[in-house]
């Protein structure tokens, strides 16, 4: 049996991390334990371990750590503390789950990819639109279609004006772009940011080495959540509302006819829709099968280095 615990009880690890993991233990009985939930907040790590079915609950990492005989554990801790906590993890051989992303700049960032190669800890990093049901199914139809030529992404979100957005958040977008598409070869960023206005708006375009060009619009102040992925060739075009709840959606056309339109079903859980459970699927296979978990640091690095320039050309005088 694979025994896990969660480093960070927060609401980002209980919707996205603890919840999945609950998931997958119920499904797949005497394949996982849920050893222990570990919190500063000992209210929290105990709620964890009685909502989620941990055994036991931890204040400090250490103690845990030495404690308990783990397989695996999946930390979901403050920026300010993603890049030290997964050294300590990768040091100690520990497979583990780290989330994104990649540290609060990019020597944080290139410092973990450096101790991740050293080690050769089994890991995976915590980017959820890898895995989201509706970008895979669109990415299996493209691939049947022709190659693509253009790619579009708009990032919606309410009230996020925090100067870290374009690195702590838009890494998903661009993350998922790489993924989809391929590396990018060069890009340029335009911004705007009216007299008055507290958050700055990108338009980034994007020039990827196998010669497909693309835009990504973010917007963090647009007034909803949302994420939307538009993929055209000659003859096609697909889009993925991944948004949240009833807003996720799937549409494909071909030779002007809708050929798949999938939307999201209400009573389907949000773990399930997101790629959260298939990551859970993920880290416990490479466990199982004592082999490499994806995506690996390495994967996911080439993402924050594009964020941290686009934030670091924003930024200049």
Not at 125 to 133: G, I
Not at 254 to 264: G, H, I, M, T, Y
Request: charged share 25%.
């Amino acid at each position: 049996m694979v025994r896990i615990a969660l480093v960070g009880c927060g609401e980002h690890s209980r919707s996205s991390h603890a919840t999945p993991l609950a998931r997958f233990a119920a499904e797949h009985r005497g394949e996982i334990e849920l050893v222990a939930a570990c919190d500063l907040n000992a209210d929290r790590a105990a709620e964890f371990c009685r909502t989620f079915g941990f055994a036991r609950q931890y204040t400090d990492l250490d103690r845990m750590l030495e404690t308990e005989k783990l397989d695996g554990c999946v930390s979901v801790l403050p920026i300010e503390h993603i890049v030290n906590t997964g050294i300590k993890l990768l040091e100690r051989r520990l497979p583990c789950v780290i989330e994104k992303p990649l540290g609060t700049s990019r020597e944080e960032a290139e410092r973990l990819s450096l101790v991740a190669r050293k080690t050769q800890t089994t890991h995976m990093v915590s980017v959820n639109r890898r895995f989201m049901p509706y970008l895979n199914e669109v990415r299996s139809w493209i691939q049947e279609c022709g190659p693509l030529r253009y790619v579009r992404a708009v990032q919606v979100r309410h009230a996020r004006s925090e100067e870290d957005f374009i690195w702590s958040t838009t890494i998903h977008v661009m993350d998922a772009l790489r993924h989809f598409v391929g590396e990018v070869e060069t890009f340029d960023v335009d911004i705007q940011q009216p007299v008055g206005s507290s958050a700055t708006w990108y338009r980034i375009s994007l020039l990827f080495k196998n010669g497909v060009t693309g835009t990504v619009e973010v917007l963090p102040t647009a007034g909803m959540v949302e994420e939307s992925y538009e993929f055209f060739g000659d003859g096609f075009r697909a889009r993925v509302s991944a948004g949240s709840g009833p807003q996720r959606s799937m549409e494909c056309w071909q030779e002007d006819k809708l050929v798949a339109d999938s939307k999201a079903d209400e009573s389907e859980a949000e773990d399930l829709r997101n790629g959260a459970y298939q990551e859970v699927q993920e880290f416990v296979r490479a466990l199982r099968t004592g082999t490499r978990a994806f995506p690996e640091v390495d994967d996911v690095l080439p993402s924050a280095r594009i964020c941290f320039a686009i934030a670091d050309s924003v930024s200049r005088p």
